[in-house]
């Protein structure tokens, strides 16, 4: 009985401990965006989000539209490479291939390096040697390579998680293995692929450091799409307004934080209810 009471209590407070965990991490979340959110977005308006850059304005639409095309580029560079180099670790390569050792070390150090490292590296490489200046194609550069660790990690978890009957049963209604895998593997596997894709899409959101040496901290009056012309990004106009000593810089700071909570949560809903949608039509 008495081991019985104690295990009864330990339950207890292991339960307890994980639902209290679970709700402060909640808690700051809430508090963190509702700290926010209340302050910045009374202060967006239409010239805010739609006008020339200047120092009544403040605008944040350059950032907005050079954010969303290295997003869309970015995830157009990474997503594939990263998807075919963990098909070839999960479905091509031997088990132990001194090729997969060494792909995957390479992975799990990307992984862990810094972002100003990567900044660093980008600007001597895309910047300097190869001759793209401080623009947006050095700042894609760069962030390709850093969500590579995220999407291939995420991907190889994906494709592993299918089960080998599926595998076989296509196998053996006599289709290759290359039709297994983009008829059978790859769209079952499709909703954690997708979730890698959002944790790359955060990185790419947030990240500030790699991108003052790469795209620089330029802001300009009307947006362009120009890849070699040098323009910051939202998270950077974050920041530059945040450390400048105009009058409302740090208003427009938080309403540019606001922006980027609503942006990311937009994505991330939208990624979410398409890899949802796969997911069943992949069942079905």
Known sequence: ?????????????????????GILTVGILIYILLFILLRGVPKINMEFLFGEYNSDTLSAFSSVVTTIEMIVISLFVSVPIGVFCAIYLTEYAKRGNKTVKVIRLAVDTLAGIPSIVFGLFGM????????????????ICTLSIMIL?????????????????YREGSLGLGAGRLRTVF???????????????????????????????????????NPTLDLMASQRTLAIHMYMLASEGLPHSKEMAFATGSILIIIVFLVNYTTTKLAGRIGRLSDE
């Open 124 to 139: 001597i490489l895309f910047v300097k040697l190869l001759g793209f200046r401080a623009s947006v194609l050095s700042g």
């Open 183 to 221: 008829r059978i593997v790859l769209p079952t596997a499709m909703p954690g692929i997708l979730s890698g894709v959002i944790l790359a899409i955060g990185r790419i959101v947030g990240e500030t450091a790699a991108l003052i040496f790469t795209s620089g901290t330029n802001v300009l009056k």
């Open 149 to 165: 660790p995220v999407i291939i990690s995420s991907s190889e978890e994906a494709i592993k998680s299918v089960p080998d009957m």
């Open 1 to 21: 009985m008495d081991v019985l009471r104690r295990r009864k209590i330990i339950s207890l407070i292991l339960k307890l401990t994980v639902w209290f965990c």
